[in-house]
């Protein structure tokens, strides 16, 4: 019974609902996946995404988009063959910091849903905001402003949730509906992240917060794990019975709803487990522990730290840790990842990778004292835009040949990661290793960058989808923790990732003081 047991994982993102179910050794034997804007054409989003003609810094998506897309995937699921009584627990992830609001009532109908009936058709009345603000939301930098003048300003705010306000965080967006919606406020039961939204669905009931996708709204006391009441009240009007009490990301939170059982075949006994930010799961789904550094290399680039102290920083994110409730996790995005290299790929190197990675490997480590750095869209950290090149005097200049140029940008980025992540503490030590992801992780010549400046081997991650594969985990994490199970024995069967670099000798001593460097010209460069 045990040995056949599978588990069910989600992920919500910005552009698809995606699924994997695992088997006990946590080998994907099932993915499916809802892409929004070609499956579900009727809502006419962009990738999900709905943008504001008239101001752009206004990004919502259609709830019941959502909701629809996860009845297209349990019947995608269905088709590919899916034996759902054999699930033993269901966990999921969804775009981080996005909300949703029920409307009241909402609790009742979805404690009785039909089994002989779509989700969207029993759902179509029960949201009080048909379109949810989500992450890509920049809307509110009036109501960022109300939040930190709430508790002191900036860094006081930082330090209780573990990020100063972002825009795209849910405080000020809760805020702002508020102030501008307050009739639809008022006849709001509940608002949940829309992982917690996800969660509700399997459950039959609105689902708490977890406290790592909870870490992302600006409304929780990382510490105590509780919301702030200054913070609430600088919000909105009854909050915290509108938001629940956030719980640890592995909690077993109920049982599977009679809808998924008598409509699927389910197990009565299937628990649901709480779901969470895209993020925390892709930690999961990495499998990271202290010493690695996990940097996703895509359109965006991410890096990731496990940390085990809240330190605070203004630039830059601490989460609640998913899978361990004593430790935390850094967060840092940077915009200006894949299309940046691109662009100095179709600049300095016919558009070729071949040629962009022999430009590369044939100048030196350390670029001849050349630094540049190249943000084509505003950075979120550094906050700059535009092209900056310095010589080995330390002056601005142009650089004369495209080999130059082609390290710089590598050389750049990769210097901002180590510089960013020593922000939160982190100091690279015979321990450090990197895990590299995302498309830009195949490319071995931009990898032994990384390794020279990080002074650390690096290694990759077959997995593409660590989201989703992640909330599979958690989904069996979640269900044996009470037994004493820990994350690492749980996902010792996953397979480890594979070396990819090793540092040179000389890495540290080119390097390091190269880091310094690269502080000081940005801390010159954003200075007031
Ligand atoms: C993180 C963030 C995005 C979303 C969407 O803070 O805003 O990564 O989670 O994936």
């Known amino acids: 019974m045990m040995d056949d047991r599978t588990f069910l994982g989600l992920d919500l993102s910005t552009q698809q609902l995606k699924a994997a179910v695992c088997n006990d050794r946590l080998e994907i034997v099932y993915e499916e996946a809802v892409t929004f804007e070609t499956d579900l054409p009727e809502f006419r989003t962009q990738g999900g995404a709905l943008i504001d003609k008239v101001d752009s810094r206004n990004v919502k998506a259609p709830v019941l988009m959502w909701v629809k897309a996860l009845d297209i995937l349990m019947d995608r699921l269905t088709v590919a063959g899916v034996d759902f009584s054999k699930i033993a627990s269901v966990s999921g992830t969804a775009q981080q910091h996005g909300s949703v609001y029920w409307q009241n009532g909402a609790n009742e109908t979805l404690r009785n849903l039909k089994p002989s009936e779509f989700l969207h058709s029993q759902l179509a009345h029960c949201f009080s905001l048909a379109n949810s603000p989500i992450w890509m939301d920049a809307s509110t930098t009036k109501q960022c402003k109300q939040l930190e003048d709430a508790v002191g300003g900036p860094t006081k705010l ?36 829309i992982s917690s939204f996800l969660c509700s669905l399997f459950l039959g009931k609105v689902a708490p917060i977890d406290f790592s996708d909870g870490s992302g709204m600006n409304l929780m006391d990382i510490h105590t794990k509780k919301w702030d009441e200054t913070l609430l009240n600088a919000c909105a009007p009854n909050l915290a019975e509108k938001l629940g009490e956030p719980v640890p990301s592995y909690s077993n939170v109920g049982s599977i709803s009679n809808y998924y059982v008598e409509r699927y075949n389910f197990n009565p006994n299937c628990r649901v487990i709480a779901h969470t930010g895209d993020n925390p799961a892709s930690l999961i789904g990495m499998k990271l522990n202290e010493g690695w550094v996990a940097v996703s290399l895509g359109t965006s680039d991410t890096l990731f730290l496990w940390l085990t102290e809240p330190k605070v920083v203004v630039d830059g994110h601490v989460l609640c840790n998913p899978v361990d409730e004593n430790s935390y996790m850094a967060l840092l995005c940077f915009k200006n990842g894949s299309l940046t290299r691109e662009r100095i790929r179709n600049t300095c190197a016919d558009g070729s990778w071949d040629i962009f990675n022999q430009l590369l490997e044939s100048t030196p480590r350390g670029n001849f004292g050349n630094l540049g750095l190249y943000y084509d869209i505003q950075e979120i950290i550094p906050f700059l835009q535009g092209d900056y090149r310095y010589n080995k005097a330390g002056n601005v200049c142009k650089f004369t040949s495209l080999e130059v140029e082609v390290r710089a940008c590598i050389e750049g980025q990769c210097l901002r990661n180590r510089a960013y992540a020593e922000d939160f503490g982190f100091q690279v030590d015979k321990n450090t290793k990197i895990l590299a992801t995302g498309g830009a992780s195949q490319n071995k010549a931009i990898l032994q960058v990384m390794a020279d400046v990080f002074n650390a081997p690096v290694y990759v991650q077959e997995a593409a989808n660590s989201a989703v594969f992640g909330s599979a985990y958690q989904a069996k994490h979640g269900l044996l923790y009470e037994n004493s ?44």
């Not at 972002?166 to 709001?188: C, L, M, N, W």
């Not at 010792?492 to 390097?511: G, Q, S």
């Open 158 to 193: 930082a330090e209780i949730t573990g990020s100063r306000a972002y825009e795209r965080f849910t405080g000020s967006q809760i805020a702002k509906i508020h102030q501008t919606k307050p009739d639809s406020y008022k006849v709001t039961e509940r608002i949940s992240l």
């Open 485 to 528: 199970k820990t994350y690492s024995e749980i996902t010792k069967t996953v397979p480890e990732p594979i070396l990819a670099c090793v540092p040179y000798k000389d890495a540290a001593e080119i390097y390091d003081p190269m880091v310094e460097r690269y502080k000081n010209v940005i801390r010159e460069l954003t200075k007031k």
